[in-house]
């Protein structure tokens, strides 16, 4: 007889959903995103150019989540949209620094409307990173989230994959408000959480480091596509925005 173990799903596995951006009832891309909450707002995070990209033409009306609902036996899920427009003006929120636009965007979502039975678990800004918290070049971290729209489709679970912090964090690579990390990812990773463990919340719920959501690879321009691999580095900007752009 095969038994079953209790399940225990990792609190690190429901903070992020699945993504995907529509023109009406026409479906366009893959992507992740995350909940991060302030006192009682709960937001969704992920890339601006999930939500917008005038270079690929890509202007989408809404998107859809998929939620885990019932006990955390996950088995059930459902599917929530969230318009992105409306009367004209965007309802969602972006920002910039001094060198331009910042490749993240918030959602506000209602907690009335979800679900009753909802399960998920939020990052806050006890999770950002602060001084005291040693992350350095060559950190261990964690990319979660959907490559190519992959996922554990029976217990609709993103994936992890592991990195390492490939630039001095803390330090703006080459003036633009993101760190790199080394790791392969593919697309549909845009939005996702790049995490750290970390032992001053070992005792929350919630014991790891936000430390910045990934955006996109980095490659040379001139790199010679048949002699030369990939870099293999990718873009990560700096959490600690969400501080300034979930308030308002």
Request: net charge negative; glycine share 8%; charged share 20%.
């Amino acid at each position: 007889m095969v038994r079953t173990l209790p399940m225990r799903i990792e609190p690190i596995l429901l903070t992020t959903v699945r993504v995907q951006t529509f023109i009406g009832s026409q479906a366009l891309t893959n992507a992740t995103g995350f909940f991060f909450e302030r006192g009682e707002r709960l937001f969704l995070i992920t890339c601006r150019h999930v939500l917008q990209d005038s270079l690929n033409a890509h202007y989408p009306d809404r998107i859809e989540i998929e939620l885990h609902i019932g006990e955390e036996r996950l088995s059930r899920s459902t599917r929530y949209s969230i318009p992105l427009c409306q009367d004209g003006f965007s309802l969602w929120r972006a920002c910039s620094d001094t060198a331009g636009d910042v490749d993240i965007a918030a959602v506000e979502i209602t907690r009335n409307f979800l679900p009753n039975d909802v399960v998920y678990q939020a990052f806050s800004p006890e999770n950002l990173a602060k001084q005291e918290d040693s992350i350095e070049v060559g950190h261990s971290i964690l990319v979660v989230g959907y490559p190519l729209g992959f996922q554990d489709n029976l217990h609709h679970l993103p994936v992890a994959r592991q990195a390492v912090i490939a630039s001095s964090y803390g330090l703006r690579f080459q003036g633009h408000g993101y760190f790199l990390t080394d790791a392969r990812t593919h697309r549909g990773t845009s939005g996702a959480p790049v995490v750290a463990r970390s032992e001053r919340l070992n005792s929350a719920s919630l014991p790891w480091l936000l430390l910045g959501i990934h955006s996109s690879r980095l490659d040379v321009g001139t790199r010679d596509l048949v002699l030369d691999e990939a870099l293999g580095l990718n873009c990560v900007w700096y959490a600690d925005v969400l501080m300034g752009l979930t308030d308002f």
